[in-house]
């Protein structure tokens, strides 16, 4: 069974740019969600979709949005890029929604903001 | 989600057990205690869950404290691949619950010598 799959792997980007990541959760899972790494702050949660709905959302700025898609594919886009976007961005996908489900994490797509 | 405390780092030997400590004082009585280990250039992997019993699996054990304030991550024979940080992290089990996400802390360092 194919795990998440997550392109690019790398992506350079200026200030201002925008940028749409692309996510594909394994097989069957229909709950998406998304985090950004950063030395400085660590792992933090962006926004969770199931079933094509936003059920959950951190603590970001508007520019940071995302969607999903009927076949629980899910694309996140950053808009008016700031070199503090440079981070890892990671998906983690899950059976169902909700707190107790296990999530299994891609590998990630590293953004850099020149 | 509560929060949890963990040591920043800790190091052991190869093919000697390690024991990953992990405070939680504040967990509630339906909070599951989950385990997650990053190792270098990947995302987050799901290491184990429990509840309120011991627990074991392929990767590791779980040993909870009797009143569930505290609880150890052991891996019974370290390897070099082991080599990762390990987060600790409650979550909630209701389903359908707002609380889909992780909450990460700064987790535990592990490094492995040779």
């Known amino acids: 069974k194919a795990g998440v799959t997550q392109t690019p792997r790398y992506l350079i980007k200026t200030r201002g740019q925008q940028v749409t990541l692309s996510c594909s959760p394994i097989?069957?899972?229909?709950?998406v969600s998304w985090y950004q790494q950063t030395p400085g702050q660590g792992l933090q949660f962006l926004f969770e979709?199931?079933?094509?709905?936003q059920r959950n959302k951190g603590n970001f700025p508007g520019r940071f949005s995302g969607r999903q898609f009927s076949n629980s594919r899910s694309e996140m886009n950053v808009s008016t890029l700031e070199l503090g976007d440079s981070a890892l961005y990671l998906c983690?996908?899950?059976?169902?929604w909700g707190g107790g489900n296990i999530q299994y994490f891609g590998a990630g797509t590293r953004l850099s903001v020149l | 989600d509560a929060k949890t405390t963990q040591p920043n780092s800790m190091e052991s030997n190869e093919e000697e057990p390690v024991h990953l400590p992990c405070n939680h004082s504040?967990?509630?009585?339906?909070?599951?205690i989950h385990w997650y280990r990053q190792l270098p250039s990947q995302g987050p992997e799901y290491v184990i869950h429990?509840?309120?019993s011991n627990v074991n699996n392929r990767m590791a054990s779980l040993a909870i404290a009797e009143d569930r304030k505290s609880s150890t991550l052991i891996l019974h024979r370290a390897t070099l691949r082991d080599a990762a940080v390990y987060y600790c992290?409650?979550?909630?089990?209701?389903?359908?619950?707002?609380?889909?996400?992780?909450?990460f802390g700064k987790g535990t360092k592990l490094s492995v010598k040779p």
């Open positions: 983690a996908s899950s059976l169902v």
């Open positions: 504040t967990i509630s009585g339906t909070d599951y």
């Open positions: 429990g509840l309120t």
């Open positions: 992290i409650l979550r909630a089990t209701i389903y359908g619950g707002s609380q889909g996400n992780l909450i």
């Open positions: 097989s069957g899972h229909r709950s």
């Open positions: 979709y199931f079933s094509e709905t």
